[in-house]
C-alpha cells in the first residue's frame, strides 16, 4: 500500500511529498549533507508520477531545505540559511488567503507572458497552443482541466528563458489553479462547464498576443485573466 493512502486528500500530492521528505529531515532520517532516495524509490514509495516527485524537489530546494546537482541527485543541506519565502498551504481553504496567491501571480506572470511573447521559439508556442487545446478539449469532454491548466502556464514561464519564472511556477504547483482549493465556478451561479469556457476563453487572448509576438497585448491579457479570477473568488466573500 502506498505511504500516501492514510494522508488527507484535501492536500494536493506534491505539498504531501514535501511534507514527508521535510519531516524526515527534520527528524533527522534524512541527515544534513545525505544524498535523498532517487526519484525512482520515491516514486515507488509514495506511488506518484515523476513529475510530482521533480515539483516536490523543486518545493523543497526553494523552501532551503534540499540542494541539487544535475546527473547526481538532490542532497539535504549541510546547513540553513536565513528562512526562505514559502506558502503556508494550509491557510489556502481560504479565500483570502487564495485572493492573495493570485495577486502575487498577477505580478509574476503578466511579465512571464510579456517575455515569452518577446522570447518563445515555434517550439515553444506550439506547447503553448497544445496545453490550450488540450484543456479545451477536456471542457468539451467533462473531463478534469486542472493538467492542462497547469501545463498551460508552465509552458509560459518555460518559454521567458528565465529559470527562475519557471522554479517559482513549480514551487507553488497545484496552489496557483484556484479551482483546485474552491468550486470558483459557482460564484457566479454559472454551470461549471461555462466557468470554465470563459477560462479558456481568456487563455485564448493570451496565446494570439504570444503567437504575434506582442508583448503589451500579452501583459494585458495574462493580467485580465489572472485578476478575473481574483475578482470572482471575492465575491465568494459577498455571497
Not at 150 to 177: D, S, V
Amino acid at each position: 500500500m502506498s505511504t500516501m493512502s492514510g494522508i488527507k486528500r484535501r492536500e494536493t500530492l506534491t505539498a504531501q511529498v514535501v511534507k514527508a521528505v521535510a519531516e524526515r529531515i527534520a527528524q533527522g532520517v534524512y541527515k544534513r549533507g545525505e544524498k535523498l532516495p532517487t526519484e525512482l524509490e520515491f516514486i515507488e514509495e509514495f506511488g506518484i508520477s515523476r513529475t510530482v516527485v521533480r515539483e516536490a524537489i523543486a518545493n523543497l530546494r526553494a523552501n532551503g531545505l534540499v540542494t541539487t546537482h544535475q546527473g547526481v541527485g538532490a542532497f539535504v543541506l549541510s546547513e540553513t540559511g536565513v528562512r526562505p519565502f514559502r506558502i503556508d498551504e494550509t491557510s489556502l481553504g481560504l479565500v483570502e488567503e487564495i485572493v492573495a496567491v493570485l495577486e502575487l501571480r498577477i505580478a509574476i506572470e503578466t511579465e512571464a507572458a510579456g517575455l515569452t511573447a518577446v522570447r518563445r521559439t515555434p517550439e515553444e508556442l506550439a506547447a503553448i497552443m497544445s496545453a490550450h487545446d488540450e484543456m479545451r478539449r477536456a471542457i468539451e469532454d467533462g473531463s478534469d482541466s486542472v493538467l492542462a491548466d497547469l501545463a498551460f502556464h508552465r509552458a509560459i514561464a518555460q518559454a521567458t528563458k528565465n529559470q527562475h519564472f519557471l522554479q517559482i511556477f513549480n514551487y507553488l504547483g497545484e496552489m496557483l489553479i484556484p479551482r483546485t482549493r474552491l468550486k470558483t465556478h459557482l460564484v457566479d451561479a454559472s454551470s461549471q462547464h461555462a466557468y470554465l469556457t470563459r477560462v479558456s476563453f481568456e487563455h485564448e487572448q493570451i496565446v494570439f498576443a504570444i503567437r504575434d509576438q506582442d508583448a503589451d497585448s500579452a501583459r494585458a491579457a495574462m493580467r485580465l485573466h489572472l485578476s478575473s479570477s481574483r475578482n470572482r473568488l471575492l465575491q465568494t466573500r459577498k455571497a
